[in-house]
């Protein structure tokens, strides 16, 4: 093992961070680190914006549920989808490209080029000693997003990145069993283990949590995820993605 591996294996979400902010040179080479990630033909459909405002990043802390290390870290990414620069290389280019703009394909190309870049970004912020946390909460009003941060048409806000010095210690925490998410050859289909799988599962993360809080909590993953997803979320988003110029076709 190297000291790649063990920085991802030992991730942690830091929802507590102190007052100091990033420097000019951190935040550089983490966008940089972010940009070297692989992107699907080159497209590099993805556009970063750092917020240190700060009556903006409280803003956006409420927009996201009243999050308060989205307004106390030591830089806030929002990470985005972006076609903008590709509609005007194809008009520099005098080339329709609209229909490929507005395809499902496109559109989940751009999610991906953002996701990948965002997760060496996060690695690059771990290696230096610093700690990050994703805030998928942005998503809960966009619209106020967009007119905050001023984000034009072939542009969407996936999510948001706060990084910074952290100031709590934190366990990692355990992921599914190698064997629930790892197939070999073609997807397993025995749903008895399937559910064994996740019974040992959930005792797991059961135990995880009351000796996390003391036992004031014993959620069971199961519990936990079918309770979330019962109620459907953000409802809106089809409508806003079709608004911001994607998902047409």
Avoid at 21 to 30: A, D, H, R, T
Wanted: glycine content about 4%; aromatic content about 10%; proline content about 3%.
């Amino acid at each position: 093992m190297n000291s790649v591996i063990e920085t991802m294996l030992n991730h942690t979400s830091i929802r507590k961070f102190t007052d100091k902010p990033l420097s000019k040179e951190q935040i550089k080479l983490i966008v940089e680190s972010a940009q070297s990630a692989s992107t699907s033909s080159f497209v590099q459909a993805y556009t970063i914006i750092g917020v240190s405002d700060k009556e903006k990043k409280k803003k956006l802390a409420e927009i996201a549920g009243n999050q308060s290390y989205v307004e106390h870290n030591g830089h806030f990414f929002i990470f985005c989808a972006d076609l903008l620069r590709h509609e005007v290389s194809a008009e520099m280019e005098q080339k329709n490209i609209q229909q490929s703009l507005e395809s499902t394909e496109t559109f989940i190309v751009s999610v991906v080029d953002a996701s990948l870049a965002s997760q060496n970004a996060v690695l690059a912020a771990e290696s230096m000693g610093l700690g990050a946390c994703y805030i998928g909460g942005i998503r809960n009003k966009l619209e106020e997003v967009r007119e905050l941060l001023n984000i034009p048409e072939r542009v969407f806000p996936l999510f948001g990145v706060a990084v910074g010095y952290p100031n709590q210690e934190t366990s990692t925490k355990p992921r599914l069993p190698f064997t629930q998410v790892y197939h070999e050859d073609e997807y397993q289909q025995d749903m008895s283990l399937y559910q064994k799988q996740l019974e040992e599962y959930n005792n797991t993360i059961s135990a995880y949590y009351h000796e996390r809080t003391g036992g004031k909590r014993r959620d069971r993953w199961t519990e936990q995820i079918a309770n979330m997803m019962e109620k459907p979320k953000r409802t809106y988003m089809k409508e806003f993605v079709k608004k911001q110029g994607f998902l047409k076709d």
